[in-house]
């Protein structure tokens, strides 16, 4: 007997009937012979109804009481689908993340989860219950109602998985899988049938959206066996494993886009030690998260230092770059609020040669034009016009094969 | 320096505006010097709607996990009313019972308060908080949510008032207080300044929808003083007390009536000893809640026993009724599904005849029938026609005169 932690996101929950659907694959789980820990979170819009009603009392409102009208979401989805699986014959138990003993640190909105009791959990699981937790919840040690921030089921899902030593921690969400890129863009993208934590990570921070990075972080630091795939459909999903167990590495696992990068180049910077640590603790200051950073030594004993930005910071990081160049004497600064950043993840290329060379001259045959490169040990990023974004995405699956199924090479 | 335990229901607290006018009673109750804890219940129509969730899975839920989901709408109110308080720069913390350690028997959906810690709420009392208590709510000595059931919010208040020993104890609500009678049958009906427990406890039952008799019980056991003033008026409202303070009774303090009772008259009972016992324990069994039981001895060596009950409970009734006629040979039901009940209420009835005289005569003034009478030792209550009821109510108003401040009559 196994014992299996899956979680479902707000669209596989929005309404009653969805709920079926959910209970009949935590059916299938049991029927199979497996112990079940359902992990869900609030229904549908439900957080952002409760996040309406909170804005109409005041835009700054204390974090300790959005967690306490917040947390009452994922608590009556858990109970609904309680009493879901009872009306299926079903022995069901909804446990809240305090009831459990989900144990945070105090930081309301941003809880990171420190410890978690399994004992209760462990009691009903072995009385025969299918127990239902609520996601993104937890209890400091002083009694405060937390949630766990953006991702937060997700971590809640695999934190239980890692506490009990689940056989497996499945995440069910609206598409049935990681692929190998955006097939609104690529209509032949490929489901990929297993992708290393290292790649998900990549892909996430990238902007791939099926996984927070949070929680698979958390899953390959303990090791938990993850799998992503659809509450709606019956495909198999994909696996996200500590490494390939064929002993050989796929060259290139997926292409990642993102469209909403905004560019600010400082020009003219005096090529003195201390001056990029200037500029950026001055930009952390602000608040600003910076994604790529690329700094060229000119002739001329200046260099030029180049960054990224999203669109909520580009105003900000702009303000910065400007007070940076009157005070330190650059020569100015150069911005494009039209750029965006496409990669390639894969272990391979940890050793494989010749993969950036591919990626360029895909590129170069569309005539797409690089501004930025900054690479990683599994990945190579550039930064282009946000107009070339799609065919660049499309030159460089088709010039990597990834629509077909790897050609493994051995190591 | 007082304590005030303040209790507003879902009317008052049904949207954001609505609270801003809570915040405003709270806040004056501060400025008077005094600490405050608030409860309040779910917003307006929340717990209707949870129920209507539950209702789309199964009509028969699981009583602890419907606890789990209506736990939720007190959750957010007392969150929402913090947040206003807040942005109106006062210092306000919001507790679930879970939190403040209200701990309750296991009985779900009618979970009745076993214990109150108060040491969490008194350390934010003390810091300068105002704290709002969820109300309806508490927790099992196994870690479950638990409601209380009906009038649940102003048990949590009664219940907190006594553990913390406070000063008053006020329930705001949407009329300014409690009336001789109702003023839409007797536009002249007068509020009363005060009442005490025992007369309050009548009224409850008898009808008048202000208190619900488990808090205004608990007041009285705790001798808690208790106010119920509006939350839309700054009129004064109506004092609850153990006895009235001037070492003179009032005499009649108001008339009750209910327009909804069903009678029903079992005919010919043989004249035996345990057949009343038979019949209500039968009829105990079928859930039925019995109002009033009149029974008289026929000279055949018969009696009649006569009972009322509540609409929803007459099919039911009947049914036991007819079993019973067959089983024990009693001579035939008859049922009558249009009769009122009213009743006047007054601690000074035990030390005043005549009373009974008095109301029976307004009520032959009126050409009114008399069904069934059934007196306790400060109430005397009437069975009559539905149709009566209203013509009854002002008779006995006017009779008693009500409508003017009572003559005090020594003892």
Redesign the interface.
């Known amino acids: 007997m196994g014992l299996i932690v899956q979680k479902f996101g707000g669209s596989s929950v929005a309404d009653?009937d969805k709920?079926k659907l959910v209970a009949g694959r935590v059916i299938a789980e049991c029927d199979r012979g497996n112990q079940v820990v359902v992990v869900v979170s609030a229904m549908g819009k439900t957080t952002d109804n409760?996040l309406s009603?909170?804005a109409?009392?005041?835009d700054r409102?204390?974090p300790?009481?959005?967690d306490?009208?917040l947390?009452?979401g994922e608590?009556?989805s858990?109970?609904?689908l309680?009493?879901?699986l009872?009306?299926m014959g079903r022995k069901a138990?909804?446990m809240?993340g305090?009831?459990v003993g989900i144990i945070t640190d105090p930081f309301h909105r941003k809880a990171r989860i420190r410890d978690i009791n399994t004992a209760?959990l462990r009691e009903k699981l072995d009385e025969g219950h299918i127990v239902i937790v609520a996601g993104f919840q937890g209890l400091t040690q002083s009694?405060q109602?937390t949630t766990l921030g953006r991702g937060g089921s997700d971590t809640t899902d695999v934190a239980l998985a890692a506490a009990l030593h689940a056989d497996r921690c499945d995440i069910y969400t609206d598409v049935d899988g990681v692929y190998t890129t955006d097939p609104r863009i690529v209509p032949d993208a490929r489901k990929l049938a297993t992708i290393t934590f290292d790649e998900m990570l990549e892909l996430a921070s990238l902007g791939a959206k099926v996984l927070h990075n949070r929680s698979v972080e958390l899953a390959r630091n303990h090791n938990v066996p993850l799998q992503v795939l659809s509450t709606f459909s019956q495909n198999p999903g994909t696996l996200v494993v500590k490494e390939y167990t064929n002993m050989e590495d796929i060259v290139v696992s997926g292409v990642a886009y993102n469209r909403d990068e905004y560019k600010i180049t400082i020009l003219g910077v005096p090529d003195q030690p201390g001056m990029a640590a200037k500029l950026f603790s001055k930009i952390g200051e602000a608040n600003v998260n910076i994604d790529i950073i690329v700094q060229n030594i000119s002739h001329r004993g200046l260099s030029d230092i180049s960054f990224t930005v999203g669109k909520e910071d580009f105003q900000n990081a702009r303000d910065v770059a400007e007070q940076f160049v009157k005070e330190y004497g650059a020569e100015g600064i150069r911005t494009d609020d039209a750029v965006g950043k496409v990669s390639i993840v894969g272990v391979g290329m940890r050793s494989h040669g010749g993969i950036a060379a591919t990626m360029f001259g895909a590129l170069a045959k569309e005539n797409i034009n690089i501004q930025m490169i900054s690479t990683s040990e599994i990945k190579i990023s550039v930064v282009i016009a946000r107009a070339d974004v799609d065919r660049a995405v499309q030159a460089i699956h088709r010039e990597f094969e990834l629509q077909s199924e790897p050609k493994l090479t051995a190591r």
Do not use: F, K
């Open positions: 009653v709920m409760l009603l909170i109409q009392v005041t409102p204390n300790r009481e959005v306490m009208v947390a009452t608590q009556i858990i109970a609904i309680a009493l879901v009872q009306t138990i909804s809240t305090p009831q209760r009694g109602i």
